[in-house]
């Protein structure tokens, strides 16, 4: 479905500013109508605050292909962000868990309210964490600056990194929660709720995978961000409570980076954040350049890795 741009904008614009002129209705009450009447999916709820970011504006139907195999997870998009085209989408309104994909709204969230050299104290609150969790390796009263850290969260997906980074932007877990929140809201990302700036398991963490796309694409605007996640490995230092410094090496997660997966031919993979919880199941959104057009493709909750992979080359080999 062809996304929204400024041409249907206008069109859009001078049909409200006539129903104004003759009705002389609310402007609250002009937009609802023009919701109901649906104007060929164009429009929905949040449309009109989508409308001037160039995001894609779809209906609530899928864009299906034969050529994409739906067994593969529960929820997944394509979108041609070059020509603001959706290609493919399938249940991306459904609420998933988002998993460690969490980790993008985090560093933009970083990026907007801190500086790079920031220097960031770990605390012993960054490490308490459930078993298992992927952490890059900082330990309690660790100095790291907030650059290497975000290398962390965005590279080796650390959770303890993702903490670090909360508490030093906000004070406290809650504090950025919230700021997450309102700055997934003011881009658009209505249908989300999060709670931690990595991604572990709460029921009440949420989004859905238009949601995710909306955050995903405001991150790519960042210069730093775009450098982060196109980096494969990264070395860190990391200044110990006892003053002694430590080199850290961060490397990539998603498989495409690791050399486990290939890419369709005529496709660089620019970059992505990867996610995995026994509830979220395997996660990936990626950005991906073929001939002069950039996408944006997002799966979530693939039975498995394998699956995962399989399913987003049969989203970049669409045409």
């Known amino acids: 479905m062809k996304c929204i741009n400024k041409k249907i904008l ?3 614009m001078l049909i409200i500013i006539s129903a104004f002129s003759i009705t002389g209705c609310s402007s609250k009450k002009l937009v609802k109508a023009y919701t109901s009447a649906d104007a060929a999916n164009i429009v929905k709820d949040n449309d009109l605050n989508l409308l001037s970011t160039g995001l894609c504006v779809t209906g609530q139907e899928d864009i299906l292909s034969d050529e994409v195999d739906a067994d593969y997870s529960a929820a997944s998009a394509l979108f041609d962000i070059t020509n603001t085209n959706t290609v493919y989408a399938r249940n991306i309104y459904e609420k998933l868990y ?3 994909t969490t980790k993008v709204l985090t560093a933009l969230v ?9 220097e960031i104290t770990v605390s012993e609150n960054a490490l308490n964490l ?5 952490l890059c390796g900082l330990s309690t009263g660790d ?15 650390g959770n303890d990194a993702g903490v670090a980074i909360a508490e030093h932007i906000s004070g406290s877990i809650a504090d950025f929660s919230a ?6 809201k003011g881009l658009g990302a209505i249908s989300s ?24 694409n405001e991150a790519i605007k960042n210069k730093d961000f775009l450098d982060i996640i196109a980096t494969k490995e990264y070395v860190a230092e990391v200044i110990h409570s006892d003053s002694s410094s430590e080199k850290i090496t961060f490397s990539a997660t998603n498989y495409y980076y690791l050399g486990y997966s290939e890419a369709p031919e005529g496709v660089t993979v620019l970059g992505g954040k990867t996610g995995t919880t026994d509830e979220a199941g395997s996660c990936l959104v990626l950005l991906t350049q073929k001939g002069d057009n950039k996408y944006i493709s997002i799966v979530y909750k693939a039975i498995d890795k394998a699956s995962l992979y399989k ?6 080999s669409l045409e």
Do not use: R, W
């Open 10 to 12: 206008c069109i859009i």
């Open 98 to 100: 988002p998993a460690s």
């Open 110 to 118: 970083a990026l907007k309210y801190g500086k790079l050299d920031d």
């Open 130 to 134: 459930e078993a298992g969790a992927s």
């Open 143 to 157: 100095k790291i600056t907030l650059k290497d850290a975000l290398y962390g969260l965005l590279l080796a997906s």
């Open 179 to 184: 700021l997450m929140n309102k700055e997934a």
């Open 193 to 216: 709720n999060f709670i931690n700036p990595h991604g572990l398991h709460d029921n009440n963490h949420y989004t859905t995978v238009y949601d995710m796309y909306i955050i995903f």
């Open 311 to 316: 399913q987003m080359n049969q989203l970049l």
